[in-house]
């Protein structure tokens, strides 16, 4: 299997939204009611916001096989010497092939020569594909931040980061 990672462009849009809308859910699955699932899914993924995103370079690289995109990343440098991690997921059917490895690694190359020391992620309590892979790469648990989601759901994220 060839896996090119490329920037990514406007032609990429449905497949950066189903991907992020599919494994978003997955990641809040039991934890997070459907209404808020399915509202949120529309209200983050949807085309053209998707198509803005990508515009303005929220999401910024693909993974390629054969010539469909099997996984996104987004992020980017926020604030002094700090790259953020906005979006990291891989289609279902090729997980656990070293693409989001490869995604996270030029991402992280590429704020590196912009100058980042650090780089932070959040990611939702519980989520056992997300946690388990930024510890992997040397993520360590900063903070945990409760909240309450405007349905009312309480939820908590847990803020990750790294010495680059």
Not at 17 to 38: D, H, P, R
Not at 55 to 63: C, F, L, N, P, Q
Not at 67 to 75: D, F, K, L, N, Y
Not at 112 to 123: D, L, N
């Amino acid at each position: 299997m060839d896996i090119v990672i490329e920037r990514a462009a406007v032609e990429h849009v449905d497949a950066i939204a189903a991907i992020c809308s599919f494994g978003w859910k997955q990641t809040v699955e039991g934890k997070l009611s459907e209404e808020y699932q399915n509202k949120h899914a529309i209200e983050w993924y949807h085309h053209e916001r998707v198509k803005s995103d990508i515009e303005k370079g929220s999401y910024t690289h693909v993974a390629m096989v054969d010539s469909e995109v099997a996984g996104v990343i987004g992020g980017a440098i926020m604030e002094p010497r700090v790259s953020l991690v906005f979006v990291l997921y891989v289609d279902e059917k090729y997980r656990y092939q070293a693409i989001g490895r490869q995604l996270l690694n030029i991402l992280t190359e590429e704020h590196k020569e912009e100058g980042a020391k650090e780089q932070r992620v959040s990611v939702q309590d519980g989520n056992q594909r997300g946690i388990p892979f930024y510890e992997a790469r040397g993520f360590r648990l900063q903070e945990k931040k409760n909240g309450v989601t405007d349905t009312g759901e309480p939820f908590v994220n847990l803020q990750y980061s790294r010495r680059l």
